[in-house]
């Protein structure tokens, strides 16, 4: 292929503004498949990603039209996953991007087209969903003058809904996405920007050349991890996989070599040849390290093999999560899984109950802390259970954020309120037109992951958006606070606090315990504490009557049928000491701040 | 010998030596109107089909394999629904069927029929009585009319007096009054108003209930339905519930009454034998819709819908676990079990004696008084 006739390009846009189904009718239209074989969202493959309608792993696809080769990168469109955008970005040359005329611009919106234009890429803005009743284009126009400074004039006004302005946005590709620049003459390096596995191929990593002609049947090197495999087939992307004998430089494609699972292929790598190896690897890759983590256990504890066979299944295929066999007093044998955030964590927890059929319980999540201590030793924690004693502990260090929030400006009154109450520090707040705000927070890691974005929501009656960036360490005056059950220590209750919320989150949790459990044939005594000193107490008080009515006309049926739904009640739930504590208690946690 | 659903051949049985006492339940499911927390077998608005009804459940008696058994047929239960509501010439039929076919003795069965206040005067109370009908018992729930009007009853509490005052007068000198607790907003006093209420009218025997609020009852929606924030009615707290049974067995207790089961009590003698054979899990026929059996270690029950019963349809057996099943029933009589019966089960007793649920008392394994509170956390372990 010639180079010159090649383009690369991504679609970005906020949750919702109709990327898949733009994509959609880009295929469609280029005759890549066939109307009658379109199913909705063909980029969407995963059945949680139709259901969550996101896109949680990115694929690729070739089109031809005109004459020239068009690929288009699909990227995940979710803040968690932002570090797979960044690297599916960095194989284009182009994006589109896409924004709601009835919504504007969104957070995600934002934090997509920064990405882009720090890679360099040619963007296209384009408003989508003019066809809606509500849709105010003049007013987008204006925000996308006042945040990127683009003209009017360069805006494709579309409904890939209805297929309007589809041809114009296929000719705007070809005129102003440049041809890839790259020699094939020059050293093997091809970027792995995504990379899935498959049962019966192994690894297929999905890569974009940058330099040099990929060809299989040679020995091929990932630079970052330094290992060597040989390429035993490559080809480009329909919508199934096209062997083909060479890949140029600028051309998008897939690799198979028999690598067993996506941590060896990973995204962000550069592929060059183990005899005549590039120089150096592409700019940019940067080992995954999950920010979020939590318990996974078992509810019955004979599922723990049956657990580990799950997760390494699911590793196979998600290079972002890690886990290590970890044991609780409480809980027994489980998981400590580190995860990308917290939609992350959702994901693979809704998998493995799903998919795997299995029952777990998911203790609440942690970041990862860095504790300094008496002696000058750091160390990092993300588990609270495994927290030093405070003797030990000179300073405590937390993850932070730069929180971005769009709103209507009526909103940032309690938007400012919320993200205080999260000890969120502002950092500033701009306009984007007259009715729609921007405001900027540092906030701690550990607030966002557990429901901040629902408070978000509901505060804003849905109206607000968020995105974020890691951008460091502080220190923060954080307690470990511990939750006993009739007097025994349940570790999987602990959570870490900032001491000045210490009794408010204690009385809460307890409160919310009190809740959740149910009674038991004594007295259950629900304490908060931190160190030995106790904060909060409530008091579950004791079954007092519990025996079925008359059986009905000799009905046993009916009433084996209440004893044995009580029974297995019972079995759900997790025997910690002498109590029976139900997931709702694990979950309780997370819902502290409402 | 074996007794599976009746499969309408004629079969009988080889060993004639095996007779046990038989229970017969016979179910009306017609009612004027359904109760708020009614989730039992009833319908209203159905009575054009009484009669098609009754003649199905003729043949149902005709149709039975279990003829040759019949002859020591010695309890007989019409049960609802509201009995009361057929006219009296359909019982005729019904017990004169009994009689012929099935040989029973009216004169030493116990033959109880349910009735609701209100659905029967003096002339068809005496009816039922010449027909040897000699136990009534009769649906009260409450005396107090605001909780008869949230429980959806048709009768207030003057329907009550005037009912049982009739049912003396036309002879029925064995009577059951079934009262439920714990009903939504009931306080701990109007229940012991209930309970002395109850006592003054001297019956011979009490079935004391606590509410159950069953899920798509009108009761549920009213309490417990998710989807509905505010609540027309609070539930009661669980102390409270057992206050009120505590009240029920310490009064019932001075006042003479025995309390045999759970959630009855009667005049000495008066003890319900009808149920007592359910407790004790001996052999009992149901007939009608909704109806459930137990037949030499076979349970089955008939289709709920009226109208499949009348057109025909083959009786669902059900899985039974005869060893655990006797366990379970038979731990609701207040005199407990056999200790030999509870083989293969010595740590789950073992366990409920430490927790104080069950004793074991001059050989026999029964609840304790705790237990009586808590027994479904006895039952459980025999499921």
Known sequence: MDIEKIRNFSIIAHIDHGKSTMADRLLEYTGTIEKRQMREQVLDTMDLERERGITIKAQAIRMEYQGYELNLIDTPGHVDFSYEVSRSLAACEGALLLVDASQGIEAQTLANAYLAINHNLVIIPIINKIDLPNAE???????????FGIDKEDVIMASAKEGIGIAEILDAIIKKVPPPKGSNDAPLQALIFDSHYDVYRGVIAYIRVVNGIMRPGTEIRMMGSGTDYEAIEIGTLKLGLQPKTELGSGEVGYLISGVRNVRESRVGDTVTYSRNPAESALPGYQPIKPMVFCGFYPVNSGDFEHMKDALLKLQLNDAALTYETETSAALGFGFRCGFLGLLHLEIVQERLEREYGLDLVATAP?????????????????NPSSFPNPVEIESIEEPFLKLTVFTPSEYVGKIMELSIDKRGEFKGMEYLDPTRVMLTFDIPLSEVISEFHDLLKSCSRGYASMDYEFIGYKPSDLVKMDILLNQEPVDALSIIVHREKA??????????????????????????????????????????????????GGDITRKRKLLEKQKEGKKRMKRIGSVDVPQEAFMAVLKLGS | MTAGPPDHRTSRPKDLKAYKPMGLYIHIPFCKKKCNYCDFVSYAGKEDMIDGYIEKLINEIHCSDLGLRISDLNTVFFGGGT???????????????????????????????????????????KALRSLGINRLSIG????????LKTLGRIHDSNDIFRFYDDARSAGFENINLDLIFALPGQTLDEWKKDIET???????????????????????????NERITHYALRVTSEETEAAMFEYAIETLAANGYHHYEISNFSRPGFECRHNLNYWKMGDWLGVGAGAHSHVDGKRWSNTEKIEEYIHGSSPTPHASEQKKEALFMGLRLLEGLPAEKFDGFEAEVEDLMKDGLLENEKGRVKLTRRGLFLGNLVFEKFV
């Open chain 1, 137 to 147: 284009p003049e007013k987008v126009l204006i925000e996308l003058k006042n945040v």
């Open chain 1, 366 to 382: 942690s970041v990862v802390y860095k504790i300094i201590k008496t002696d000058k030793s750091e160390e990092l924690i993300d």
């Open chain 1, 503 to 552: 009794y408010y989150k204690g009385k809460l949790l307890a409160e919310k315990l009190k809740e959740v459990l149910p009674r038991h044939q004594f007295e259950v005594p629900i304490q908060a504490s931190i160190g030995n000193k106790v904060i909060a107490r409530e008091t579950k008080p004791a079954m007092r009557k519990n025996v079925l009515a008359k059986c009905y």
């Open chain 2, 83 to 125: 009995p009361t509501l057929l006219p009296p010439k359909h019982f005729e039929n019904i017990i004169s069927t009994l009689i012929r076919h099935w040989k029973l003795d009216i004169g030493h069965s116990e033959i109880s029929i349910e009735a609701n206040p209100g659905t029967a005067d003096l002339a068809r109370l």
């Open chain 2, 140 to 147: 009260v729930q409450s005396f107090n009319d605001r909780h």
């Open chain 2, 198 to 224: 109850a006592i003054n009218l001297k019956p011979d025997h009490l079935s004391t209930y606590s509410l159950q609020i069953e899920e798509g009852t009108p009761l549920w929606d009213m309490t417990k």
